[in-house]
């Protein structure tokens, strides 16, 4: 176990050494310079360029740029190019509103799914279970944006409630409790729309799952040696029926930054993602650099976690 | 799924339950008829082919040519398309489905073929129906050749890593790819004489390695040499570490930036979003593991980069930014956004369905028992 662990670490740091080499490449190779973005402003004269380049050692030669980047970052000094605000500063502001958005779709997503998968399976066939496929496939299917308007028309007409961006604007000396409710009307939409392609995807996956395990001789034992079905459902097909789940469990963790783009960018949410989109459209190396190498930590966190609790919870598994 | 009496299984004589007669293929055939919302699945799919193969030829021009050594030769058949998606009609501009076009404000040859809108018409008054026409086969060869290229990436790798990768890479393996590799590079950097030195060098080197390994393998190396042969990780490790690292990337950054920084092209596009969703499949094929994922995930790659702005560029008509230039229209003109989203919807239903369909089938522990 501890050398397992020991043997994961290191090969994650290598990996992640890969990631940060391979991201600064594909940023810096690729055509366009942010010195470029805005050629009809007057006053990027070529001194400015000049200067700009020098301030951010865009004149050196690559790897010296590499080593300056990461220098930076570690020591958390990396500043954003486009107003000069620390980018972890900047990021972490971001991070809080973005967080909000994914405990609440997580939560939603995980408590809806497993039962609606499960009911699905053990009533296999049944009309519930086939209209719970096809509207499962609808919810995957729909293009999530379509989506989105569909249903902010229909709760700002039915409902009467602001939904885009964070808050209502101008509530500020508003009493307690209609905060509160502006909030949460706020918070409520987008993390459903959320919520809804997680939520068809992982019940599918529950289904079929429920269903592998269903079939195992050892369920058919259970059966055989007359325990009533539901100690068969729950307790010998669903326990080990949950077990791949558990490895999904540390999976989630990178969707913190990378699963929310579009909706932000609908919603007006100023989270990750959308800084991430902006960054990229302005050219703000260091940003689009710092959330791809902090995406890739929880990348490379969520698949330890998983792998861990993957050990801890089936004793087989011997890695 | 009820069982049906008639199954031969329950009262079919004795000498037909001694083989099958049929062939596997009628099998699985006679297996997916059953399944009605597959089938559904595959009749809308085998539609929408239709409608994008011939939206193609009615919304091009027609050209008939060839090349010879070089030399364009055309044989004069253009004509204009029968649907003109691109022709823009400013004092027809939002007219709701099924409007009849304003007769005295068109000259002849902008009247729609049709004698009417049927889908309405756009902001600039082009005919949305011709625009879909036109978009269905983007759509289709989009996502044809991304997920082609990421399927094709995943099978070899995923091949390679289930089949062979118990194998280890030997220390003389990475020498001479390393000299390959430098090799290109300078190639590319066009430094006159060592490029050739290095590739020869690298090339020369696996040429040996190869003969050592299957023609001469009885002759054991001099000592010094055999640190040569030193293991060092197993192909397999090496491939799963590489799909580590590209799945650290999120896709969407992946594919935004190198969308964002590369002329935006369909071909592009299509490239992009094939090399960056491999990941999946390579994993699939090594662990045939079951996943829900990569079949939605290149269609809402697809979907998403259209609708930021990103994706294929504005001349083309695809249904992805039809639909996303109509948002700013949504409630004047509502079918802006309606019928390429339902368009999609059903589509790409009938995409899951059916592949959902197959699995079922194509699976014999998911098969149901009768």
């Known amino acids: 176990m501890l050398s397992f662990i020991g043997r994961s670490i290191i090969q994650k740091i290598i990996t992640l050494f890969f990631v940060s080499i391979v991201s600064f490449l594909v940023i810096h190779l690729a055509p366009g310079e942010p010195s470029q973005v805005d050629p009809l402003n007057p006053k990027f004269t070529p001194e400015m360029v000049e200067r700009f380049r020098k301030e951010f050692h865009l004149d050196k030669p690559l790897y010296i740029q590499y080593l300056y980047f990461y220098s930076d970052l570690f020591t958390g000094k990396t500043i954003s190019w486009k107003d000069n605000q620390p980018v972890l500063k900047k990021i972490w502001e971001r991070f809080k509103n973005s967080l909000w958005l994914f405990i609440v779709g997580t939560i939603l997503t995980w408590t809806l799914s497993f039962p609606i998968g499960i009911r699905s399976a053990l009533s296999r066939g049944s009309v519930y279970d086939r209209s719970a496929t096809f509207f499962s496939y609808l919810l995957i299917s729909i293009p999530g944006f379509f989506f989105a308007y569909i249903l902010i028309i229909f709760v700002v007409t039915r409902f009467h409630v602001p939904v885009i961006g964070m808050d209502t604007f101008g509530m500020g000396d508003a009493s307690l409790p209609r905060w509160f409710m502006d909030r949460v009307w706020h918070l409520l939409i987008p993390s459903v729309l959320g919520a809804t392609a997680g939520i068809a995807v992982l019940s599918r996956y529950v289904r079929s799952q429920m269903l592998e395990v269903e079939g195992q001789d050892y369920v058919r034992t259970a059966r055989a040696k007359g325990l009533p079905e539901e100690q068969v459902h729950y307790k010998h097909a669903l326990r080990n029926a949950l077990l791949p789940f558990v490895t999904m469990f540390g999976l989630i963790l990178p969707g913190l930054i990378g699963g929310s783009v579009i909706i932000e960018s609908i919603f007006a949410w100023p989270g990750m993602g959308r800084m991430a989109y902006e960054a990229i459209l302005a050219r703000d190396y260091p940003i689009i650099l710092t959330v791809n190498f902090i995406s890739a930590v929880l990348v490379l966190i969520g698949t330890f976690i998983s792998d861990v609790l993957y050990m801890v919870v089936d004793p087989r598994i011997r890695l | ?370």
């Not at chain 2, 997916?32 to 085998?46: H, S, V, W, Y």
């Not at chain 2, 879909?132 to 983007?138: E, H, I, K, N, T």
């Open chain 2, 1 to 370: 799924m009820k069982s049906n009496p008639k199954e031969p299984h329950q009262s079919a004589p004795v000498e037909d339950v001694a083989a099958p007669k049929r062939s596997r293929l009628q099998e699985s055939w006679r297996l997916f008829k059953r399944n009605k919302l597959a089938f559904a699945g595959l009749t809308i799919f085998l539609l929408f082919s239709a409608t994008a193969i011939t939206g193609f030829l009615l919304t091009s021009r027609i050209q008939i040519g060839f090349e010879v050594l070089g030399i364009d030769i055309k044989i004069a058949i253009v004509s204009d398309p029968i649907f003109d998606p691109a022709l823009v009609r400013l004092q027809e501009k939002l007219r709701p489905p099924l409007a009849r076009p304003n007769l005295e404000a068109l000259s002849p040859e902008e009247l729609p073929t049709l004698g009417l809108y049927l889908f309405g018409t756009d902001d600039l008054g082009r005919d949305v129906f011709s625009r879909m026409l036109q978009g269905a086969w983007v759509s289709l060869t989009v996502g044809f050749v991304a997920v082609g290229i990421a399927v094709i990436i995943g099978i070899i790798m995923g091949g390679i890593s289930g089949y062979f990768g118990q194998k280890h890479v030997q220390l003389d393996h990475i020498l001479f790819l390393i000299l390959l590799h430098a090799g290109i590079v300078l190639l590319l950097l066009w430094i006159r004489p060592l490029w050739a030195a290095f590739l020869g060098a690298g090339v020369w080197g696996i040429i040996l390695c190869f003969t050592w390994k299957y023609v001469w393998k009885r002759r054991s190396l001099p000592g010094w040499l055999s640190i040569l042969h030193i293991d060092t990780v197993s192909i397999d490790t090496l491939i799963m570490r590489f799909v580590d690292i590209m799945l650290c990337f999120p896709s969407f950054f992946l594919i935004l930036t190198v969308v964002a920084l590369l002329p935006a092209s369909i071909y592009n596009i299509m490239i992009v979003i094939g090399l960056t969703s491999w990941m999946g499949a390579t994993r699939f094929v090594r662990a045939e593991f079951l996943s829900l994922r990569e079949q939605d995930f290149v269609t809402a790659a697809r979907a998403l980069g259209s609708f930021l702005g990103f994706g294929v560029p504005p001349p083309h008509a695809t249904w992805g930014n039809i639909l996303s230039d109509g948002k700013r229209f949504i409630f004047d003109a509502p079918w802006l956004t309606f019928i390429p989203g339902v368009a999609i919807l059903v589509v790409v239903l009938a995409f899951n369905l059916f592949g959902e369909g197959l699995r079922d089938i194509l699976n014999p522990k998911l098969r149901e028992r009768y």
